[in-house]
Nanobody, 124 residues
Framework: QVQLVESGGGLVQPGGSLRLSCTAS????????IGWFRQAPGKEHEGVSC????????YYGDSVQGRFSMSRDVGKNTVHLQMNSLEPEDTAVYSC?????????????????WGRGNLVTVSS
């Protein structure tokens, strides 16, 4: 079993920044990739970013490329998502997840654990 504890999120004005964090505990050998999905009201889940733990490769969704940056704190089993130049279209529930594979465009494949999700609201 893996537990994912998320922090961050909240309300920010357009053009602002927020940082999300996700800490994994438990049987961390159960997964090979970790990252975030988001789901806006009335829309499907969208891959945001992910990292492959084996080689450290990072991938981002097209809509966040160049604005969001993911990093990893190996010693703390924690990953961070720095979100800059936020737009109202970024408003969504952001959920941390673990998986078998981090594919291109920030999409996790074979998701096995989910965090509870944090709401990010971008509004003036």
């Amino acid at each position: 079993q893996v537990q994912l504890v998320e922090s961050g999120g909240g309300l920010v004005q357009p053009g602002g920044s927020l940082r999300l964090s996700c800490t994994a505990s438990g049987t961390t050998s159960d997964f090979r990739a970790i990252g975030w999905f988001r789901q806006a009201p009335g829309k499907e889940h969208e891959g945001v970013s992910c990292i492959s733990l084996g080689d450290g490769a990072l991938y981002y969704g097209d809509s966040v490329q160049g604005r969001f940056s993911m990093s990893r704190d190996v010693g703390k089993n924690t990953v961070h998502l720095q979100m800059n130049s936020l737009e109202p279209e970024d408003t969504a529930v952001y959920s941390c997840a673990t998986a078998r594979v981090c594919s291109g465009r920030g999409i996790l494949l074979g998701v096995n654990y989910w965090g509870r999700g944090n709401l990010v609201t971008v509004s003036s």
